[in-house]
Each structure stands twice: as structure tokens, then as C-alpha cells.
């Protein structure tokens, strides 16, 4: 059996088990946002089906699988053994490759390429090349002998914020933990084809990868992504049983690796943190919000604070159907933090990350990664050097300030212009919004 043809077969079963009771539709935190709150729920669950089934669904059905942003807030409401979630990926997928027809695999290339490119460039505007080296997969000669305690399985975009997995790789050593790193376009999950409607490329570079993982042997096979972990969760590895009758696979996202291990961690969470700190919590993976907060509250010094407001998305950029939706709720979850005095705003993932670090020159308090907090009380320590640059008035600071990596890492610098305004422009803040502290 081929990868799509096993997808073809869930899209099949998922048809055939939803009875369009329409509960999932009820509790999703995007209806609103993008105009179908008051839609018969029935009706566009209906139309989501039609779209598994290789029909033109409705026009509601269409737009809220377009906008689906992984909340996961349908997860538990099914009563017929369907995650919701999955229903609406592959009806979204199904739409998308009925849409495209012929021209579904130049698209999945072009959204593929694009994103490469972004990686490779942006990362090395901050990353000498021995430092990129530590952090790309081991060629075979340089596999350690007798294997490693874990793989850490990345993703592509984290390297867009290399500290972050500077920082992740930096506490694994601290406790003893070897590792393999996996990751970067040349380990790709598949999801960028996928969200193409590229079944075919899409399964084949995800069981590329899969099949790197595993031949690696290590003892436990971690992710840091939650793109990558949804992608693995919900569509690959799923067809990947139905494929082999495999099931003894699986991937544990890198904090609740952490959080297990808390007692081997602890002992070296020994510098006082002073910070009053919030979460940008998502709630797509909430395993993953447990443990950072678990292990947050193992630090001495940090006062952890729950802010009153909505929590949408598996990232920020899984909004970006709703810009308006999205900038609502970033601008709410400022004022909230600053209202509640806290020192600091801490993300938990990567592309939240992108997306709000600029805004710390408009807000009371420091917005940093959540790696920051656990490495400052380890005393480990990576320069944010994207936020540097996102902070800079213009692009030609931008580019002035990494000339020299643009030039030992041989980038063209027309090309690096074009890239960083393109993610110089993310995430603005709302018109006339004004961030104070209360």
C-alpha cells in the first residue's frame, strides 16, 4: 500500500464514521473570526464529509477547514471516536488538491522551497558555521558509536531562532543526556506539501524522515516542533500503521521529555530567577503548557502568572487566515500581562516567538523564550540575535549588522533583503492600540 493511498482510505473511514452531529464546529474558537459563527453546525460538518469524500463540501465547510488553527478544543466533544481535528485537516487537504489538480505538485515545491530558503538564510545571519554544524544531523561517519540517549527531532523553522535550539541542546549536555540532532529541510515533516494537497511528496519526505529517526536507535525519539509532532501525530504516522501494522513509533514532544526527567534537571536549576512571569500559552499540545509550568516552578525565583484570555492556535502564525482575529488577541494578551505586572512574557514555541519578540520596545515588560528562564537558572546562556534584528528601525541596519556572516556564509545580499522584510512585516500591531502598564 502507497502513503496516499492509506491517506485515501482514512479520508475514507473518517466520511464514513462522522454523523455531522456538528459538536466539534459548536466549540471552535475560529467561527467567529471568520464569519460563520452563527452557520448551522450540522450543515458545515455535513459539508466538511462531502469534502473527505472528494466533494465540493459548502462554502462554509471550505472556509472553516481552510481556517483551521489546531486548537484542538474539538478533541474531547466527539462521541463516535473521531478526532475532529483530523477530520478537518483532511478535509481542508482534500479541498486543496481538488482545487489545484495538475498543478498540486509545483505548488507543494514552491511552498517548500520558499520556506528552505527562508531557513537557510535567516539562520545564517546569526550563526558562524561551526555553530550551524552543531546544530544540522550527523553525517553517517560522525554517528556517536553504541548510539544516544535521544534524538531531538527539530523541525526546519526553530533554526530561524537558533538560540532557542542552542539553548535546548546546551541543557541535554548539562544532564548527561547525548543526543542526535534530526532536523532542517533535509528532514522534512511533509507538512508544507501536505497543506499543498501533495499527498504523494508529502508521505514520501515524512517517511524519509521517519526512517532517520529510527535508525538512529535512541533510547527515546523527541520533537521540538508542534507543527512537526501534529504532522507525525495526525496524518503520518497514523498511514504509516495502516501502511506496515507498525505501530510501536511515536514522538514525545522535547519539555515533557523534560518534565520526566525533572529530578535529574532540578539539581541544576540552581540560580535564583527574579522574574514574574506569564506564558504565551497555546493549547494545541497542552502536555506541553504542564510541563513548561512544571518545570518554571522548579526554578527558585520565578513567580508564575495565569492571565485571564483566550488561547488560540497551535502558534501564532496558525492565525494568520484571521490577521485582524490574531492581532486582537496578541493586543488582549498585552494588556492582560501588563496589567498583571509581570516582568516578562515568555513563549513556549518557536514561531510565537517570531512573531511577538519585536514588540518588547512597546510593552512593560521583556518577552523571552521560555529556554532563556530554564538556561539563566542553569547559567547557560544564547543571544537572541533575531530579536536584535527585528528590533532595528530598518533593513539596511539589518543587513549593516550582519555583514560579516553575510559574507562568510556566502549570501547574496539582495536576496537577504528580500527575506528579512518579508519577516520584518509580521505580526504589526493593531491601529491605535496602546500597550501600558496599568
Not at 538556561?375 to 532595528?392: F, T
Request: proline letters at 5%; one cysteine or more.
Amino acid at each position: 500500500m502507497e502513503f496516499t493511498d492509506a491517506v485515501d482510505q482514512t479520508m475514507h473511514d473518517l466520511a464514513s464514521a462522522c454523523v455531522a452531529c456538528g459538536k466539534c464546529f459548536s466549540v471552535c474558537p475560529m467561527t467567529d473570526a471568520i464569519g460563520i459563527g452563527d452557520a448551522d453546525p450540522q450543515a458545515v460538518t455535513k459539508g466538511a464529509v462531502d469534502l473527505l469524500a472528494g466533494g465540493e463540501g459548502t462554502p462554509e465547510a471550505r472556509l472553516w477547514a481552510h481556517a483551521c488553527s489546531s486548537s484542538g478544543l474539538c478533541s474531547d466533544v466527539c462521541d463516535y471516536g473521531i478526532d475532529p481535528k483530523m477530520l478537518v485537516r483532511f478535509a481542508n487537504y482534500g479541498q486543496v488538491r481538488r482545487a489545484a489538480g495538475p498543478a498540486v505538485r509545483r505548488n507543494a515545491m514552491t511552498s517548500f522551497r520558499a520556506m528552505a530558503k527562508t531557513v537557510r538564510v535567516v539562520s545564517r545571519l546569526q550563526l558562524p558555521q561551526d555553530t550551524i554544524d552543531r546544530l544540522q544531523p550527523p553525517r553517517a561517519e560522525e554517528a556517536p558509536p553504541g548510539g544516544t540517549d535521544v534524538v531531538l527531532y527539530t523541525g526546519c523553522n526553530i533554526h530561524k531562532t537558533p538560540h532557542i535550539l542552542v539553548l535546548c541542546l546546551d541543557v541535554l549536555e548539562r544532564m548527561g543526556t547525548s543526543y542526535t540532532v534530526i532536523g532542517g529541510p533535509s528532514a522534512c515533516c511533509g507538512i508544507n506539501q501536505f497543506r499543498a494537497g501533495d499527498g504523494e511528496t508529502s508521505g514520501r519526505a515524512g517517511l524519509s524522515t521517519l526512517s532517520q529517526i529510527k535508525d538512529v536507535q535512541a533510547g527515546a525519539n523527541l520533537s521540538w516542533c508542534p507543527s512537526c509532532q501534529s504532522q507525525f501525530d495526525e496524518i503520518l504516522l497514523p498511514n504509516y500503521q495502516r501502511m506496515t501494522q507498525d505501530d510501536s513509533f511515536a514522538l514525545l514532544p522535547f519539555f515533557e521529555y523534560l518534565e520526566q526527567n525533572l529530578d535529574r534537571l532540578r539539581p541544576h536549576l540552581a540560580k535564583p530567577v527574579n522574574k514574574v512571569v506569564a506564558l504565551n500559552e497555546r493549547p494545541g499540545l497542552p502536555g506541553v503548557t504542564r510541563a513548561v509550568k512544571a518545570i518554571l516552578s522548579a526554578i527558585p525565583g520565578v513567580e508564575l502568572v495565569e492571565l485571564d484570555v483566550p488561547r488560540v492556535g497551535l502558534m501564532s502564525n496558525y492565525l494568520t487566515v484571521t490577521p485582524r482575529f490574531k492581532d486582537e488577541l496578541r493586543e488582549q494578551e498585552f494588556r492582560a500581562a501588563a496589567a498583571a505586572g509581570v516582568t516578562t512574557l515568555a513563549t513556549v514555541f518557536h514561531a510565537c516567538h517570531r512573531e511577538l519578540c519585536h514588540f518588547e520596545g512597546d510593552v512593560s515588560f521583556e518577552i523571552i523564550n521560555v529556554m532563556e528562564i530554564i538556561g539563566e537558572s542553569m547559567g547557560l546562556q544564547a543571544d537572541d540575535i533575531y530579536k536584535r534584528l527585528k528590533m532595528m528601525p530598518d533593513i539596511e541596519r539589518m543587513v549593516d549588522e550582519c555583514a560579516g556572516l553575510i559574507e562568510a556564509n556566502g549570501l547574496d545580499r539582495d536576496e537577504v533583503r528580500d527575506i528579512l522584510l518579508a519577516d520584518q512585516l509580521a505580526a504589526k500591531p493593531v491601529q491605535g492600540a496602546v500597550i501600558e502598564n496599568a
